[in-house]
């Protein structure tokens, strides 16, 4: 397999794809590949696109449908039997795959993000390295990074999942520093309609129309500093592959717990997310707010909860893998013992771990 490889899940035809190859051959990138993860809304003409596409820009493109997809993972039937059709979460079954592979950089883009001129691949690959960036830490321990981010009546607006708790109405007190470190983790940030709150895209339509200059092309959060982000627009270096899944027992904020998850290890282990280029712009497939907001209450409601919970672990391996099976361990057993909650959220802290550890265990014995 390629070191490098996209990763989009999509029950439409991608048709998005034929201006990120254009990046791509523009940049002149080699040594990628692009998997193209169906489900059973997918259409059929989608393989011919992606073939269409991969022969116009001579890059390896691979429509990969259901079953395909089943024979390939005919070895990890458990994991296989633990992520239903019809969820993105399928996306997740073949980072497994690329990690088993020798994937070094993997890129998950959705169906509904636009290039920009920016170097899409070569920014991503940040992933891996230890560059010198601008880190923010804070007293609380959180900030929002789409304060880095200009909305054009200037309307606030935080992360979809950030705790509710945590969320700070006026500009928060931070300190920069200019650091060296690995990054893990970077979450590329969008332009015109963002990933927010079910419940805030209810009250205002927003567009994003450009990224403060200081923090440009890329900001980092110092270890013990969180902010949730999703899995779009985001590359994972190969290290932190295996501690990135998302529960399907989670519901659609599973990507949002999950990051909160990977902040608790980079805190652990020194680690650094990214943010910032390369910036795509949204223009978001149609949804019911509504249907969104009765899908995410459960996670809103816990949210607070789950990060205390992850905070209050003491962990002691020394690798992102090895972390990853203490941190859930710890956190199922934990989970089990909470009390005066509700019994959706308890559920849904349990569900979360348990599926984690299951995941967890298909990476031992493959290398580092």
Known sequence: MAK?????????????????????????????????????????????????????YNIPITYVDL?????????????????????????????????????ETLISVDDDNFVTDIDFVGAHKIAGTSPTLP??????????????????????????????GQRQYKLQQKSVAKQAGTVIVNNGLVLEDPDQDAISRLFWPVRI????????????????????????????AREIIPAYYTPVSTGRNADIWTSFFVCKLAE??????????????????????????????????????????????????????????????QGLERAKALTNLPQAEKEMMEGFFREYLVWHKHFAGLPA
């Not at 089943?70 to 795959?97: I, S």
């Not at 282990?269 to 907001?293: A, C, E, M, T």
């Open 4 to 56: 490098t490889v996209l990763l989009t899940t999509t029950i439409r035809v991608p048709t998005f794809i034929d201006e990120v190859c254009a990046n791509i051959a523009a940049h002149r990138h080699t040594d990628l590949a692009w998997y193209i993860i169906g489900d059973r809304k997918t259409p059929p003409e989608t393989k011919a696109h992606c073939e269409t596409v991969s022969v116009k």
């Open 67 to 103: 079953d395909d997809q089943r024979k390939r993972l005919a070895e990890f039937p458990e994991l296989w039997a633990m992520v239903p059709e019809n969820t993105p979460v399928r996306r997740l079954l073949w980072h497994l795959v690329a990690y088993q592979e020798g994937c």
């Open 135 to 164: 880190l923010v830490s804070t007293e609380t321990g959180w900030w929002n990074v789409y304060e880095t981010l200009r909305e054009e009546k200037g309307i606030p607006i935080f992360p979809r999942g950030f705790p509710w």
């Open 209 to 236: 129309v450009g990224m403060d200059e200081a923090f440009q092309p890329n900001f980092g959060l110092a270890p013990g500093t969180w902010c949730a982000f999703n899995n779009q627009n985001t590359a994972f």
């Open 268 to 329: 652990h282990l020194g680690g650094i997310i990214s943010y910032g280029y390369p910036l795509v712009k949204q223009f978001r497939n149609p949804h019911d707010f509504w249907k969104d907001l009765e899908d995410e209450l459960v996670n809103d409601r816990g949210a607070d909860r789950f990060v205390k919970l992850l905070r209050s672990i003491p962990l002691a391996e020394k690798s992102y893998r090895a972390a990853t099976a203490e941190l859930a361990a």
